[in-house]
């Protein structure tokens, strides 16, 4: 049975920090590409980063520069290093992971595993 288990949300006031991690079982976490995505009340889920099998990157414009996402496979675990937090990427954060190379559009989708997420509450 396929989980990922996303922790590290939290209540921050803007310009702070938090570091997401997802942690994965039961799949071969090595050959998927694995995703960070965040919704917003009243708002779609948008994706916020993705690593490839290789260990490469790609950010939302939103988010680059401020948040780094990296991939343990030895532990089986997803990070995301959040700084300079602002109001507005307050929001559920959830992690995806999908099969093999990553999609070529980002969208939820693409991605059959999905985490339940943890919330992230950043105030002005």
């Known amino acids: 049975q396929v989980q990922l288990v996303e922790s590290g949300g939290g209540s921050v006031q803007a310009g702070g920090s938090l570091r997401l991690s997802c942690a994965a079982s039961?799949?071969?976490?090595?050959?998927?590409?694995v995703a960070w995505f965040r919704q917003a009340p009243g708002k779609e889920r948008e994706g916020v980063a993705r690593?490839?099998?290789?260990?490469?990157?790609t950010y939302a414009d939103s988010v680059r520069g401020r948040f780094t996402a990296s991939r343990d496979n030895a532990g089986n675990t997803l990070y995301l290093q959040m700084n300079n937090l602002k109001p507005e990427d307050t929001g559920m954060y959830y992690c995806?992971?999908?099969?093999?190379?990553?999609?070529?559009?980002?969208?939820?989708?693409?991605?059959?595993?999905w985490g339940q997420g943890t919330q992230v509450t950043v105030s002005s």
């Open positions: 039961g799949i071969t976490y090595s050959r998927y590409c």
């Open positions: 995806a992971a999908d099969w093999g190379s990553c999609p070529s559009a980002n969208s939820p989708s693409a991605y059959i595993h």
């Open positions: 690593v490839y099998t290789t260990g490469s990157t």
